[in-house]
Protein backbone atom coordinates (compact mmCIF):
# COMPACT_ATOMS: atom_id res chain seq x y z
CA UNK A 1 0.00 0.00 0.00
CA UNK A 2 0.92 3.58 -0.87
CA UNK A 3 1.82 5.49 2.18
CA UNK A 4 2.75 9.53 2.73
CA UNK A 5 6.69 10.02 2.47
CA UNK A 6 7.03 12.08 4.87
CA UNK A 7 3.88 11.02 7.53
CA UNK A 8 2.20 7.64 7.86
CA UNK A 9 -1.20 8.42 6.16
CA UNK A 10 -2.05 5.81 3.96
CA UNK A 11 -3.64 5.74 0.28
CA UNK A 12 -6.76 4.40 1.67
CA UNK A 13 -7.44 7.32 3.74
CA UNK A 14 -10.64 9.47 3.14
CA UNK A 15 -9.22 12.81 0.43
CA UNK A 16 -5.56 12.08 0.69
CA UNK A 17 -3.77 13.25 -2.44
CA UNK A 18 0.10 12.53 -2.90
CA UNK A 19 2.34 15.32 -4.96
CA UNK A 20 5.28 14.12 -7.27
CA UNK A 21 7.08 13.28 -4.28
CA UNK A 22 4.78 11.15 -2.84
CA UNK A 23 3.90 13.75 0.21
CA UNK A 24 0.65 14.16 1.18
CA UNK A 25 -1.80 16.86 0.96
CA UNK A 26 -2.12 17.21 5.07
CA UNK A 27 1.77 17.63 5.08
CA UNK A 28 1.92 20.19 2.68
CA UNK A 29 -1.32 21.52 4.76
CA UNK A 30 0.61 21.47 7.75
CA UNK A 31 2.37 24.65 8.94
CA UNK A 32 5.01 24.12 11.48
CA UNK A 33 4.40 27.36 13.37
CA UNK A 34 1.31 26.21 15.18
CA UNK A 35 3.64 23.38 16.98
CA UNK A 36 6.76 26.38 18.01
CA UNK A 37 7.34 26.80 21.35
CA UNK A 38 5.73 30.53 21.22
CA UNK A 39 2.41 29.11 20.06
CA UNK A 40 2.09 26.49 23.19
CA UNK A 41 3.37 29.76 25.50
CA UNK A 42 0.76 31.89 24.43
CA UNK A 43 -1.92 28.66 24.76
CA UNK A 44 -0.41 28.04 28.26
CA UNK A 45 -0.69 31.26 29.56
CA UNK A 46 -4.04 31.56 28.37
CA UNK A 47 -4.99 28.62 30.56
CA UNK A 48 -3.04 29.52 33.62
CA UNK A 49 -4.14 33.57 33.55
CA UNK A 50 -8.10 31.60 33.23
CA UNK A 51 -7.01 29.44 35.77
CA UNK A 52 -5.89 32.44 38.55
CA UNK A 53 -8.96 34.12 37.72
CA UNK A 54 -10.78 30.75 38.51
CA UNK A 55 -14.10 31.20 41.47
CA UNK A 56 -13.48 28.53 43.57
CA UNK A 57 -16.65 28.41 44.72
CA UNK A 58 -17.21 24.41 44.24
CA UNK A 59 -16.00 21.62 45.50
CA UNK A 60 -13.64 21.06 42.47
CA UNK A 61 -11.54 23.04 40.49
CA UNK A 62 -11.36 21.29 37.88
CA UNK A 63 -13.11 17.72 36.32
CA UNK A 64 -10.74 15.44 34.80
CA UNK A 65 -11.87 12.79 32.30
CA UNK A 66 -9.77 10.14 33.32
CA UNK A 67 -9.48 6.91 30.98
CA UNK A 68 -7.08 5.57 32.79
CA UNK A 69 -4.46 5.48 29.89
CA UNK A 70 -0.83 7.22 29.98
CA UNK A 71 -1.81 10.12 28.71
CA UNK A 72 -4.73 11.55 30.89
CA UNK A 73 -2.57 9.87 33.84
CA UNK A 74 0.13 12.13 33.09
CA UNK A 75 -1.60 15.01 32.84
CA UNK A 76 -3.93 14.07 35.84
CA UNK A 77 -0.66 14.00 37.81
CA UNK A 78 0.19 17.60 36.00
CA UNK A 79 -3.18 18.84 37.48
CA UNK A 80 -2.66 18.10 41.32
CA UNK A 81 1.04 18.25 41.40
CA UNK A 82 1.88 21.67 38.98
CA UNK A 83 -1.26 23.39 39.62
CA UNK A 84 -2.59 22.46 43.30
CA UNK A 85 -5.82 21.34 41.75
CA UNK A 86 -8.80 20.22 43.49
CA UNK A 87 -9.55 17.49 41.14
CA UNK A 88 -12.29 15.21 40.62
CA UNK A 89 -11.80 12.54 38.12
CA UNK A 90 -14.38 10.55 36.26
CA UNK A 91 -14.22 7.19 34.61
CA UNK A 92 -16.98 6.19 32.40
CA UNK A 93 -16.73 2.16 32.26
CA UNK A 94 -18.03 1.32 28.74
CA UNK A 95 -17.59 -2.40 29.90
CA UNK A 96 -14.36 -2.97 28.51
CA UNK A 97 -11.88 -1.24 30.54
CA UNK A 98 -8.93 -3.30 31.09
CA UNK A 99 -8.62 -4.62 34.84
CA UNK A 100 -4.99 -3.41 34.57
CA UNK A 101 -6.07 -0.06 33.46
CA UNK A 102 -8.48 -0.82 36.73
CA UNK A 103 -6.15 -1.18 39.19
CA UNK A 104 -4.11 1.79 37.89
CA UNK A 105 -7.10 4.15 38.26
CA UNK A 106 -7.30 3.09 42.17
CA UNK A 107 -3.60 3.14 42.36
CA UNK A 108 -3.09 6.67 40.65
CA UNK A 109 -6.00 8.74 42.20
CA UNK A 110 -4.71 7.46 45.71
CA UNK A 111 -0.91 8.75 44.92
CA UNK A 112 -2.04 11.31 43.17
CA UNK A 113 -4.64 12.08 46.30
CA UNK A 114 -7.65 13.65 44.12
CA UNK A 115 -11.34 12.23 44.34
CA UNK A 116 -12.21 9.58 41.67
CA UNK A 117 -15.64 8.47 40.60
CA UNK A 118 -16.52 5.55 38.33
CA UNK A 119 -19.64 5.98 35.82
CA UNK A 120 -21.32 3.20 34.23
CA UNK A 121 -23.55 3.44 32.01
CA UNK A 122 -26.15 0.37 31.26
CA UNK A 123 -24.33 -2.12 29.79
CA UNK A 124 -27.00 -3.30 27.48
CA UNK A 125 -27.81 0.12 26.10
CA UNK A 126 -24.07 0.58 25.71
CA UNK A 127 -23.88 -3.27 24.00
CA UNK A 128 -26.94 -2.46 21.27
CA UNK A 129 -24.60 0.87 20.80
CA UNK A 130 -21.52 -1.01 19.89
CA UNK A 131 -22.71 -3.88 18.22
CA UNK A 132 -24.57 -1.15 15.62
CA UNK A 133 -21.64 0.73 15.10
CA UNK A 134 -19.62 -2.36 13.82
CA UNK A 135 -21.95 -3.07 11.11
CA UNK A 136 -22.50 0.38 9.74
CA UNK A 137 -20.92 3.88 9.59
CA UNK A 138 -23.69 5.75 11.97
CA UNK A 139 -22.07 9.28 11.66
CA UNK A 140 -20.99 12.01 9.65
CA UNK A 141 -18.19 10.50 7.15
CA UNK A 142 -15.51 13.20 8.80
CA UNK A 143 -15.55 11.42 12.28
CA UNK A 144 -13.87 8.48 10.19
CA UNK A 145 -11.02 10.17 9.72
CA UNK A 146 -9.97 10.42 13.03
CA UNK A 147 -11.22 7.64 14.93
CA UNK A 148 -13.22 4.32 14.92
CA UNK A 149 -17.21 4.08 14.60
CA UNK A 150 -16.94 2.59 18.03
CA UNK A 151 -14.54 5.00 19.51
CA UNK A 152 -16.46 8.00 18.31
CA UNK A 153 -19.66 6.82 19.81
CA UNK A 154 -18.18 6.22 23.02
CA UNK A 155 -15.98 9.31 23.37
CA UNK A 156 -19.05 11.04 22.37
CA UNK A 157 -20.87 9.75 25.72
CA UNK A 158 -17.93 10.53 27.68
CA UNK A 159 -17.37 14.03 26.70
CA UNK A 160 -21.20 14.67 27.63
CA UNK A 161 -21.09 12.40 30.84
CA UNK A 162 -18.15 14.70 32.10
CA UNK A 163 -20.18 18.30 30.60
CA UNK A 164 -22.89 17.29 32.92
CA UNK A 165 -21.26 16.68 35.88
CA UNK A 166 -19.23 19.69 35.23
CA UNK A 167 -22.21 21.97 35.18
CA UNK A 168 -24.38 20.01 38.11
CA UNK A 169 -21.15 20.20 40.62
CA UNK A 170 -20.39 24.09 38.84
CA UNK A 171 -16.67 22.70 38.17
CA UNK A 172 -15.09 25.45 35.90
CA UNK A 173 -12.74 23.24 34.24
CA UNK A 174 -13.51 20.23 32.45
CA UNK A 175 -9.87 18.60 31.33
CA UNK A 176 -8.72 16.21 28.82
CA UNK A 177 -5.69 14.11 28.05
CA UNK A 178 -5.44 14.56 24.24
CA UNK A 179 -2.39 13.63 22.73
CA UNK A 180 -1.28 16.62 20.50
CA UNK A 181 -2.07 14.57 17.76
CA UNK A 182 -5.82 14.16 18.76
CA UNK A 183 -6.23 17.87 19.28
CA UNK A 184 -4.34 20.79 17.99
CA UNK A 185 -3.11 23.35 20.27
CA UNK A 186 -5.62 26.09 18.81
CA UNK A 187 -8.37 23.93 20.84
CA UNK A 188 -6.43 23.30 23.54
CA UNK A 189 -8.59 26.06 25.60
CA UNK A 190 -11.89 26.85 24.55
CA UNK A 191 -15.56 27.98 26.54
CA UNK A 192 -18.30 25.44 26.27
CA UNK A 193 -21.48 27.19 24.29
CA UNK A 194 -24.12 25.93 25.13
CA UNK A 195 -25.53 26.19 21.25
CA UNK A 196 -22.66 25.31 19.91
CA UNK A 197 -22.84 22.05 22.57
CA UNK A 198 -26.60 21.35 21.49
CA UNK A 199 -25.84 21.37 18.05
CA UNK A 200 -22.92 19.29 18.51
CA UNK A 201 -24.97 16.76 21.13
CA UNK A 202 -27.59 16.52 18.55
CA UNK A 203 -25.27 15.12 15.70
CA UNK A 204 -23.97 12.29 18.41
CA UNK A 205 -27.48 11.79 20.26
CA UNK A 206 -29.92 11.61 17.72
CA UNK A 207 -28.03 8.25 15.56
CA UNK A 208 -27.49 6.71 19.31
CA UNK A 209 -31.03 7.56 20.07
CA UNK A 210 -32.12 5.42 16.59
CA UNK A 211 -30.11 2.69 17.74
CA UNK A 212 -30.82 2.20 21.66
CA UNK A 213 -33.87 4.71 22.34
CA UNK A 214 -34.82 6.83 25.14
CA UNK A 215 -32.30 4.75 27.51
CA UNK A 216 -29.26 6.43 25.77
CA UNK A 217 -30.62 9.76 26.65
CA UNK A 218 -29.55 10.07 30.21
CA UNK A 219 -26.03 10.01 29.54
CA UNK A 220 -26.46 13.62 27.31
CA UNK A 221 -27.26 16.88 28.74
CA UNK A 222 -30.84 17.69 29.69
CA UNK A 223 -32.87 20.55 29.69
CA UNK A 224 -31.97 21.37 33.34
CA UNK A 225 -28.14 21.71 32.41
CA UNK A 226 -28.67 24.20 29.43
CA UNK A 227 -30.86 26.00 31.63
CA UNK A 228 -27.71 27.17 33.34
CA UNK A 229 -25.43 28.57 30.96
CA UNK A 230 -23.29 30.20 33.57
CA UNK A 231 -21.61 26.93 34.70
CA UNK A 232 -20.51 25.83 31.06
CA UNK A 233 -16.96 24.79 32.09
CA UNK A 234 -13.97 25.58 29.64
CA UNK A 235 -12.48 22.63 27.94
CA UNK A 236 -9.01 22.30 28.74
CA UNK A 237 -6.76 20.03 26.78
CA UNK A 238 -2.59 20.44 28.50
CA UNK A 239 -0.85 18.13 26.28
CA UNK A 240 -1.51 20.08 23.33
CA UNK A 241 0.56 23.33 25.26
CA UNK A 242 2.39 21.58 27.73
CA UNK A 243 5.49 19.52 26.35
CA UNK A 244 4.78 15.82 25.02
CA UNK A 245 7.37 13.21 25.53
CA UNK A 246 6.12 9.64 25.66
CA UNK A 247 9.68 8.20 27.25
CA UNK A 248 9.04 11.52 30.02
CA UNK A 249 5.21 10.10 30.74
CA UNK A 250 6.07 6.61 31.40
CA UNK A 251 9.04 7.28 33.50
CA UNK A 252 6.75 9.97 35.93
CA UNK A 253 3.64 7.63 35.79
CA UNK A 254 5.64 4.09 36.29
CA UNK A 255 6.49 6.50 39.49
CA UNK A 256 2.59 7.12 40.53
CA UNK A 257 2.35 2.75 40.49
CA UNK A 258 0.53 3.10 36.80
CA UNK A 259 1.68 -0.30 35.18
CA UNK A 260 1.08 -1.15 31.29
CA UNK A 261 -1.70 -3.45 30.34
CA UNK A 262 -0.81 -6.12 28.37
CA UNK A 263 -4.13 -7.21 27.21
CA UNK A 264 -4.91 -3.70 25.26
CA UNK A 265 -3.46 -3.49 21.61
CA UNK A 266 -0.48 -1.00 21.25
CA UNK A 267 -2.79 2.25 20.66
CA UNK A 268 -4.72 1.86 23.56
CA UNK A 269 -3.43 1.88 27.29
CA UNK A 270 -6.64 1.27 28.69
CA UNK A 271 -9.06 -0.07 26.90
CA UNK A 272 -10.20 -3.71 25.38
CA UNK A 273 -12.90 -2.72 22.90
CA UNK A 274 -10.17 -0.84 21.16
CA UNK A 275 -8.62 -4.24 19.30
CA UNK A 276 -12.33 -4.98 17.97
CA UNK A 277 -13.19 -1.35 16.39
CA UNK A 278 -9.90 -1.02 14.76
CA UNK A 279 -10.54 -4.45 12.96
CA UNK A 280 -13.90 -3.22 12.16
CA UNK A 281 -12.60 0.05 10.89
CA UNK A 282 -9.90 -1.74 8.87
CA UNK A 283 -11.90 -3.71 7.37
CA UNK A 284 -13.99 -1.44 6.16
CA UNK A 285 -12.49 1.43 5.39
CA UNK A 286 -8.67 0.25 4.67
CA UNK A 287 -6.62 2.20 7.45
CA UNK A 288 -6.24 1.99 10.98
CA UNK A 289 -7.91 5.10 12.93
CA UNK A 290 -5.08 5.71 14.46
CA UNK A 291 -3.59 6.92 11.33
CA UNK A 292 -4.42 10.52 11.79
CA UNK A 293 -3.46 10.76 14.97
CA UNK A 294 0.15 8.90 14.39
CA UNK A 295 0.55 10.83 10.87
CA UNK A 296 0.21 14.33 13.24
CA UNK A 297 2.59 13.26 15.76
CA UNK A 298 4.82 12.43 13.17
CA UNK A 299 4.58 15.82 11.38
CA UNK A 300 5.02 17.59 14.74
CA UNK A 301 8.60 15.60 15.44
CA UNK A 302 6.83 13.92 18.65
CA UNK A 303 7.19 10.37 17.05
CA UNK A 304 9.25 8.65 15.02
CA UNK A 305 8.10 7.48 11.32
CA UNK A 306 9.01 4.02 11.62
CA UNK A 307 7.93 3.72 15.18
CA UNK A 308 4.62 5.09 13.83
CA UNK A 309 4.26 2.55 10.79
CA UNK A 310 5.57 0.04 13.13
CA UNK A 311 2.08 0.51 15.66
CA UNK A 312 -0.31 1.04 12.67
CA UNK A 313 0.29 -2.18 11.18
CA UNK A 314 0.69 -4.33 14.05
CA UNK A 315 -1.54 -7.21 14.13
CA UNK A 316 -4.97 -7.13 16.43
CA UNK A 317 -4.97 -9.43 19.50
CA UNK A 318 -7.34 -11.97 17.59
CA UNK A 319 -7.82 -13.93 20.48
CA UNK A 320 -9.18 -10.52 22.07
CA UNK A 321 -11.30 -9.55 19.10
CA UNK A 322 -13.26 -12.46 19.57
CA UNK A 323 -13.60 -12.23 23.36
CA UNK A 324 -15.10 -8.48 22.88
CA UNK A 325 -18.05 -9.70 19.87
CA UNK A 326 -18.74 -12.98 22.22
CA UNK A 327 -19.74 -10.18 24.87
CA UNK A 328 -21.73 -7.79 22.23
CA UNK A 329 -23.50 -10.88 21.46
CA UNK A 330 -22.28 -10.63 17.62
CA UNK A 331 -20.62 -13.06 15.38
CA UNK A 332 -19.14 -11.35 11.68
CA UNK A 333 -17.72 -14.60 10.36
CA UNK A 334 -16.53 -11.74 7.61
CA UNK A 335 -14.56 -10.60 10.22
CA UNK A 336 -12.10 -13.30 11.08
ZN1 LIG B 1 1.72 13.09 4.82
Same mark, same amino acid.
Given at each position: MRVCTKCV @? !??? #? !?GIEFDENGVCNHCRAHKQAEYTASRKTQYREKFERLWAE??????? /?CLMSYSGGKDSTYTLDLLAREYGARVLAVTVDNGFVSPTAIENIRRVAEAVGVAHLFVKPRFDVLKKVFAACAERQIFPPKTLERASTICTACMAMVKFICLQIAVEKNIPFVVFGWSPGQAPVTSSVFKNNPEMIRKMQETVRKPLEEIAGGEILPYFLQEEHF????? #?PYNINPLAFLEYDEARIHARIEQLGWKKPE /?? /? !?????? @? @?NSFANTVHRKQFGYNPYAFELAELVRQGTLDRHDALARLSEPEDGEMVHLVKKRLGIEQPQLR
Amino acid at each position: MRVCTKCV @L !PET #F !PGIEFDENGVCNHCRAHKQAEYTASRKTQYREKFERLWAERQASGAY /DCLMSYSGGKDSTYTLDLLAREYGARVLAVTVDNGFVSPTAIENIRRVAEAVGVAHLFVKPRFDVLKKVFAACAERQIFPPKTLERASTICTACMAMVKFICLQIAVEKNIPFVVFGWSPGQAPVTSSVFKNNPEMIRKMQETVRKPLEEIAGGEILPYFLQEEHFARPER #FPYNINPLAFLEYDEARIHARIEQLGWKKPE /DT /D !PNSTNC @L @LNSFANTVHRKQFGYNPYAFELAELVRQGTLDRHDALARLSEPEDGEMVHLVKKRLGIEQPQLR
